[in-house]
């Protein structure tokens, strides 16, 4: 007999203009209220996200090791996902999926804690300044009996809606996927199109989760207009041309440590994109040693300077399967139809994960970042003191990531190999 599978799809993306997102049109919603954190759950947030901030650098590595161009994905949109399975797991399964992410809370703490993290993150949306907007959702095979608690956990801790489909049948089928891209889209106003490709749901397919990540925001100091062609060189050595920003400005920034870093604030006092840039000729012993308590010491050596920065103009997109790098973490019993315990979502047949893709988006201009939140940090007023301003010209490969300030959260990763 064949294993029915459950499919995770992770999604991030980040949007011009200024469009709200839209809510999730075509998915039911649970009758049990989003539950408002508590003073417990809210407490153990820093031990969750310094716990997903691992994951983000652990599932890096393993990306990197079989990737030698520019990669980004957001590991809160991969890490909310596999909450909403872990929901549902049981024995071993869960406990290699909170291991994989790094999770080191009691199971009846996790959702609570989620919760917790994911509306302190986005749970106002941001304001006139940015947009931030977390949604989660689940299709699911019409007639196939859920468990009444999976689904009440989902809508009390995740806020999630339930869409029912037909998977077994070719036509409708092929509605099923293109109901999950169109709500994709629209919850990422358009920027991630074909999340779920033609051939990854089958008849055995039981059930899909979905998560995406919108983000928009402006610098708090933009750069100058006037961006003009300069050469930045690959990591072969060969050079391109590409567009390089410019500005002159106050600025959190540290030499040490193997790398220039400058945390670049966006408006709105929550979200900042930090750029790593190794010394020249050590970028591949820095890729590959980068890790959370590396990055945190990096974090902590920022001081406020008067910086002159260059920076390239770029904008790419990436789509990764996640099933290689959950494995290399840890994660195997969900794949695996004889191990794999997901009692907790269904009773009716036994359930495994077949797939788990991510799609990402990410564009940085002079005016501000489309992709996916961070955090931002204000400047301190002794970085405006008059003095020659220090210079990091980043015109070679370097990492980034997106970060939210008020709980330290990674929610974009990526490296720049090639703006162009």
């Given at each position: 007999?064949?294993?029915?599978?459950?499919?995770?799809?992770?999604?991030?993306?980040?949007?011009?203009?200024?469009?709200?997102?839209?809510?999730?049109?075509?998915?039911?919603?649970?009758?049990?209220?989003?539950?408002?954190?508590?003073?417990?759950?809210?407490?153990?947030?820093?031990?969750?996200?310094?716990?997903?901030?691992?994951?983000?650098?652990?599932?890096y590595r393993e990306i990197r090791a079989g990737d030698d161009g520019n990669i980004f994905y957001s590991p809160l949109s991969v890490a909310l996902a596999l909450a909403m399975a872990a929901a549902g797991a049981e024995g071993d399964t869960r406990a290699q999926m909170y291991r994989a992410m790094h999770v080191e809370l009691p199971a009846d703490e996790m959702n609570p804690a989620f919760n917790a993290l994911e509306l302190a993150i986005a749970g106002d949306g941001g304001d006139d300044r940015f947009k931030l907007h977390i949604a989660n959702g689940l299709w699911a095979q019409r007639g196939f009996a859920l468990q009444p608690g999976f689904l009440d956990v989902l809508a009390h801790y995740y806020g999630a809606g339930l869409g029912l489909v037909d998977f077994k049948d070719d036509a409708h089928r092929e509605q099923a996927r293109?109901?999950?891209?169109?709500?994709?889209?629209?919850?990422?106003?358009?920027?991630?199109?074909?999340?779920?490709?033609?051939?990854?749901?089958?008849?055995?397919?039981?059930?899909?989760?979905?998560?995406?990540?919108?983000?928009?925001?402006?610098?708090?100091?933009?750069?100058?207009?006037?961006?003009?062609?300069?050469?930045?060189?690959?990591?072969?050595?060969?050079?391109?041309?590409?567009?390089?920003?410019?500005?002159?400005?106050?600025?959190?920034?540290?030499?040490?440590?193997?790398?220039?870093?400058?945390?670049?604030?966006?408006?709105?006092?929550?979200?900042?994109?930090?750029?790593?840039?190794?010394?020249?000729?050590?970028?591949?012993?820095?890729?590959?040693?980068?890790?959370?308590?590396?990055?945190?010491?990096?974090?902590?050596?920022?001081?406020?300077?008067?910086?002159?920065?260059?920076?390239?103009?770029?904008?790419?997109?990436?789509?990764?399967?996640?099933?290689?790098?959950?494995?290399?973490?840890?994660?195997?019993?969900?794949?695996?139809?004889?191990?794999?315990?997901?009692?907790?979502?269904?009773?009716?047949?036994?359930?495994?994960?077949?797939?788990?893709?991510?799609?990402?988006?990410?564009?940085?201009?002079?005016?501000?970042?489309?992709?996916?939140?961070?955090?931002?940090?204000?400047?301190?007023?002794?970085?405006?003191?008059?003095?020659?301003?220090?210079?990091?010209?980043?015109?070679?490969?370097?990492?980034?990531?997106?970060?939210?300030?008020?709980?330290?959260?990674?929610?974009?990763?990526?490296?720049?190999?090639?703006?162009?």
């Amino acid at each position: 007999m064949k294993i029915p599978t459950i499919t995770l799809c992770a999604c991030l993306a980040v949007a011009g203009g200024a469009a709200a997102c839209r809510g999730e049109q075509g998915l039911s919603r649970s009758e049990t209220p989003r539950a408002f954190p508590v003073a417990g759950a809210m407490a153990e947030m820093p031990r969750l996200a310094a716990g997903l901030d691992r994951f983000a650098l652990g599932a890096y590595r393993e990306i990197r090791a079989g990737d030698d161009g520019n990669i980004f994905y957001s590991p809160l949109s991969v890490a909310l996902a596999l909450a909403m399975a872990a929901a549902g797991a049981e024995g071993d399964t869960r406990a290699q999926m909170y291991r994989a992410m790094h999770v080191e809370l009691p199971a009846d703490e996790m959702n609570p804690a989620f919760n917790a993290l994911e509306l302190a993150i986005a749970g106002d949306g941001g304001d006139d300044r940015f947009k931030l907007h977390i949604a989660n959702g689940l299709w699911a095979q019409r007639g196939f009996a859920l468990q009444p608690g999976f689904l009440d956990v989902l809508a009390h801790y995740y806020g999630a809606g339930l869409g029912l489909v037909d998977f077994k049948d070719d036509a409708h089928r092929e509605q099923a996927r293109r109901a999950i891209n169109t709500w994709v889209g629209d919850e990422t106003n358009g920027k991630i199109e074909d999340l779920v490709p033609e051939g990854m749901l089958t008849p055995d397919t039981r059930l899909v989760l979905g998560n995406a990540v919108y983000f928009l925001g402006k610098w708090a100091d933009p750069f100058d207009a006037d961006s003009k062609d300069q050469a930045f060189t690959r990591n072969d050595g060969s050079t391109v041309q590409v567009a390089m920003m410019s500005r002159t400005s106050g600025a959190r920034y540290a030499d040490g440590n193997g790398c220039q870093a400058v945390s670049l604030e966006y408006l709105g006092d929550r979200i900042e994109m930090v750029v790593l840039l190794p010394a020249p000729d050590t970028f591949d012993a820095f890729d590959a040693a980068i890790d959370a308590e590396r990055l945190d010491t990096i974090m902590d050596s920022l001081q406020s300077v008067r910086l002159h920065l260059y920076l390239p103009r770029f904008t790419y997109e990436a789509t990764l399967d996640f099933v290689p790098v959950l494995k290399a973490l840890g994660m195997v019993a969900a794949f695996e139809s004889h191990r794999a315990d997901f009692s907790g979502i269904t009773m009716e047949e036994k359930l495994s994960i077949g797939a788990v893709v991510h799609k990402a988006f990410v564009a940085v201009d002079e005016e501000g970042t489309e992709a996916a939140a961070a955090t931002a940090l204000g400047f301190l007023g002794t970085s405006l003191q008059p003095q020659k301003p220090l210079l990091m010209r980043v015109d070679r490969p370097f990492l980034f990531v997106i970060r939210d300030r008020r709980t330290g959260t990674i929610l974009f990763m990526g490296r720049v190999m090639d703006p162009s």
